[in-house]
C-alpha cells in the first residue's frame, strides 16, 4: 500500500502570503495525484488533479507540481476564503484503492 | 449543476447493517464511475468503495470488505452502500463522490451523511 506523507501538518500563515504543502509518496505514483480542500462542516472539494490540472472553476493561484514521490501545492498569495484543511489524494495501479494524506491545516496567523 | 444527495445515516447497534443512498443530478450518472468515502469524525479521509460505470467492476478497502457491497441503479441515477456488520469504527460521515473517469479523481461530491455505531 503507497502512504503518503503530508507536511507540515499545520501552516500559520497571514492572508497575503505564499503557502506551500508538501506531500511524499512511499513509493512512485507517476502523477496520478490529486489535492482537495476542506472546509468545516463541508465536503471536500477538487483543486488539482494529474499532480499539475486545476480543476474547473479553481482561481490560478493555486498550483501544483511534482510527480514521482514528491508533489507540491502552492497557494501564490493567500485569501480569507483558502484557510482550509489541504488533503493529497493518489490510486494504487491495480486493483484501483486510493488512498489520501493526513492533511496540512493552513491557518491565519 | 451536478448535485450528489446522500441519505439513510443514523445512529445503529455494533453488528446490525444501514444502507446508504446517493441521488444524483445534474451530469449522466451511467457514464461514470462512482466512489464512497468516509471521514470518522475529526479525523482524514478514507477511501471506502468504487463501482465501475457499468455496475461490472467494485473495489473495496481492506477495512470494510466482505461487509460493505457497493452498487448503484442507473436507471435511477442513485449509489448506494450496503453496510453489514457495522463497527464503531465505522463511524464517519459518509460521503459519495463521482468519478472524473481516471478511477482516480473525485470531482464532485455530496455533503456527506453521519453513521454512528453505538450500543
Known amino acids: 500500500e503507497i502512504v503518503l506523507t503530508q507536511s507540515p501538518a499545520t501552516l500559520s500563515l497571514s492572508p497575503g502570503e505564499r503557502a506551500t504543502l508538501s506531500c511524499r509518496a512511499s513509493q512512485s505514483v507517476n502523477s496520478n495525484l490529486a489535492w482537495y480542500q476542506q472546509k468545516p462542516g463541508q465536503a471536500p472539494r477538487l483543486l488539482i488533479y494529474d499532480a499539475s490540472s486545476r480543476a474547473t472553476g479553481i482561481p490560478a493561484r493555486f498550483s501544483g507540481s511534482g510527480s514521482g514521490t514528491d508533489f507540491t501545492l502552492t497557494i501564490s498569495s493567500l485569501e480569507p476564503e483558502d484557510f482550509a484543511v489541504y488533503y493529497c489524494q493518489q490510486r494504487s495501479n491495480w486493483p484501483p484503492a486510493l488512498t489520501f494524506g493526513g492533511g496540512t491545516k493552513v491557518e491565519i496567523k | 449543476q451536478v448535485q450528489l444527495v446522500e441519505s439513510g445515516g443514523g445512529v445503529v447497534q455494533p453488528g446490525r447493517s444501514l444502507r446508504l443512498s446517493c441521488a444524483t443530478s445534474?451530469?449522466?450518472?451511467?457514464?461514470?464511475?462512482m466512489h464512497w468515502v468516509r471521514q470518522a469524525p475529526g479525523k482524514g479521509l478514507e477511501w471506502v468503495a468504487l463501482?465501475?460505470?457499468?455496475?461490472?467492476?467494485?473495489y473495496y478497502a481492506d477495512s470494510v470488505k466482505g461487509r460493505f457491497t457497493i452498487s448503484r441503479d442507473n436507471s435511477n441515477n442513485t449509489l448506494y452502500l450496503q453496510m453489514n456488520t457495522l463497527r464503531p469504527e465505522d463511524t464517519a460521515v459518509y460521503f459519495c463522490?463521482?468519478?472524473?473517469?481516471?478511477?482516480?479523481?473525485?470531482?464532485?461530491w455530496g455533503q456527506g451523511t453521519l453513521v454512528t455505531v453505538s450500543s
Open positions: 463522490a463521482r468519478d472524473l473517469s481516471d478511477l482516480t479523481t473525485l470531482v464532485n
Open positions: 445534474g451530469f449522466t450518472f451511467s457514464a461514470y464511475p
Open positions: 463501482i465501475s460505470y457499468d455496475r461490472s467492476d467494485t
